[in-house]
């Protein structure tokens, strides 16, 4: 099994190894002679140099195909995707995004067929996620398949199963580039008020251990809710203790069906203005696909999905022209002068206003008046 990709990324060439940050940027014709090299033979001196010097591994005399895997080039321009590979999940979170956690989705065969078209269109880089992607049945052969087809993969869960032995034993063999875990509270009582599950802290406390004793490559998303704000600095201690990187997360959105449950967990008190949306890739070089093979621009803007397993890869053609429309600012946003400055893209704007949400949860105007 391969421990360094070769593969385009945009305009550029990389050489990554699964389960580290960083790479190495690669000219063109280097790539180039690795696609045509000879896999029985061993590596070019250049890369063995290379490789030695960036991550202290010696591969001098061993033969190209028994550690790297090179990847195609694809003419579809994609580099980063995320996947719902279910909405299921063991939590029942109060300010989750995604409603009702219903568990549904593809048979094994149509989820490695979505995969391969994934990596087709050149996603080098994968987010598993959920609902709790690690509950999900289907879910080692899936990351299996993804990590042999080179990607570089995320996993973005509760923590809750990350103790069993058998998922700890894959990602030895098959490291992940990054999991990330999120926190809901740093005592019992929050912990499982916000999670709506009796044990939930003790399935977080467990999992994190023996993940941090595995030295997965953890990140926390520290999440504050009504329920746990008085224990943000406690989160935040923990990870510190813990030796662990943490981004804190404070504001609500409404739930992928535009309803506004979800906002009902919001901490009034830690309600942030978010910094102005500049734009971004989605829909471009990233799309998000639900446990349905059905593909997006984005986690939010899931108007006008498009199949993979009725349409093959030939159906994101289109995405990028969804993208361009769903960004426009239209309805209450169409005219607004502050629009240039605007914290929230259209999409999520467009979830908001159907879930009633009140101005200063999302808009400009809304701050404004609050202050």
């Known amino acids: 099994m391969h421990g360094l990709i070769a593969s385009p990324f945009l305009e550029r060439h990389l050489i990554l190894r699964p389960g580290h940050e960083g790479g190495l940027l690669i000219p063109q014709p280097n790539y180039e002679a690795l696609r045509g090299h000879d896999p029985t033979l061993p590596a070019p001196a250049w890369l063995a140099s290379a490789v030695r010097d960036q991550w202290d591994m010696d591969v001098t005399g061993w033969p ?21 590979i279910n909405l299921g999940c063991n939590f029942q979170c109060k300010h989750c995004y995604l409603g009702l956690k219903v568990y549904s989705g593809m048979p ?9 078209i994934m990596a087709e269109a050149g996603v080098l880089w994968l987010q598993i996620t959920g609902g709790e992607p690690t509950v999900d049945k289907d879910f080692m052969p899936s990351y299996r398949a993804a990590y042999e087809l ?54 977080f406390t467990k ?45 609500m959105t409404p739930t992928i069906y535009g309803t506004g449950e979800s906002l009902t967990a919001q901490s009034k008190k830690h309600l942030r203005m978010r910094k102005p949306f500049t734009g971004c890739n989605a829909g471009h070089t990233f799309f998000h696909t639900d446990p349905h093979g059905m593909v997006s621009i984005c986690k939010i803007g899931r108007d006008d999905q498009i199949s993979l397993p009725a349409e093959g890869i030939n159906g994101l053609a289109r995405l990028g ?23 929230v893209c259209r999409p999520l704007a467009k979830h908001y206003q159907e879930a009633k949400a009140p101005l200063k949860s999302y808009c400009q105007h809304g701050m404004q008046k609050a202050e």
């Not at 190209?64 to 579809?76: A, H, I, N, Y």
């Open 64 to 84: 190209t195909g028994t550690f790297l895997l090179v990847r195609e080039p694809s003419t579809w321009g994609y580099s980063r995707a995320s996947w719902e």
């Open 108 to 116: 094994l065969e149509a989820k490695l067929n979505c995969l391969q």
């Open 150 to 203: 080179g990607m570089m993969l995320t996993i973005s869960t509760n923590a809750s199963l990350l103790w069993r032995e058998d998922l700890l034993e894959m990602f030895e063999r098959f490291p992940p580039y990054r999991v990330t875990v999120s926190m809901y509270g740093a005592a019992r009582d929050s912990y499982d008020e916000l999670t709506q599950r009796k044990g939930a802290w003790e399935q």
């Open 207 to 251: 999992g994190m251990n023996a993940a941090r004793n595995a030295g997965l490559p953890l990140r926390m998303s520290v999440i504050v809710t009504s329920d746990n704000a008085h224990e943000e600095a406690d989160m935040v201690r923990l990870c510190q203790q813990w030796g662990v990187e943490y981004n804190v997360f404070t504001n």
């Open 321 to 343: 022209r969804i993208a361009d429309r769903l960004m426009l600012r239209t309805g209450g946003c169409s005219g607004c002068q502050l629009s240039g400055s605007c914290t």
